[in-house]
């Protein structure tokens, strides 16, 4: 069973990690999230979760509005061929997450390290960094360096590259 925004809490208040939280109605896409310009300061993210042609899978966070060109990340994140984006079902069975609800905190519910995470660069030159708890109606704001710790935690040592263009 995936872990709840609770439970993601939790391990993030047992790691000394302090994050705000704000509840807001559901948001699948970037754009949904724009209207929350203001409210939550902070940079926004967006992620992709990714597959290659031998089953490899990526989560790539970057910032809401960073181009990525997905004819040749592949080369950028060691995949094995050209990529596409991963399944419902495998979403939800190796991050723990729907659709609209894909977050860097979704690797706390990869205990089997099946998917790599890549975090872009230019994301954590910010202050703070805002992510969907592991649901799309609420938005956590943590500092760069610890959702990094976070991640490592998890057993994710994220690849953090330039991904954007």
Known sequence: MPKTPDDLFSLLSSLGIDVTTRQHPPLHTVAESQALRGEIAGRHTKNLFLKD??????????????????????????????????????????LGVAPGAVTAFGVVND???????????ELLRHDVVNAHPLVN???????PGDLVRFMRETGHDPAILKVGQ
């Open 53 to 94: 042609k031998k089953d490899n899978f990526f989560l790539v966070t970057l910032g809401e509005d960073t181009q990525v060109d997905l004819k040749s990340i592949h080369q950028l994140i060691g995949a094995a061929s050209r990529v596409s984006f991963g399944n419902p079902e495998k979403l939800m069975e190796y």
């Open 137 to 143: 109606t609420a938005t956590t704001s943590i500092a």
């Open 111 to 121: 205990t089997g390290g099946k998917v790599k995470a890549i975090l872009d660069e």
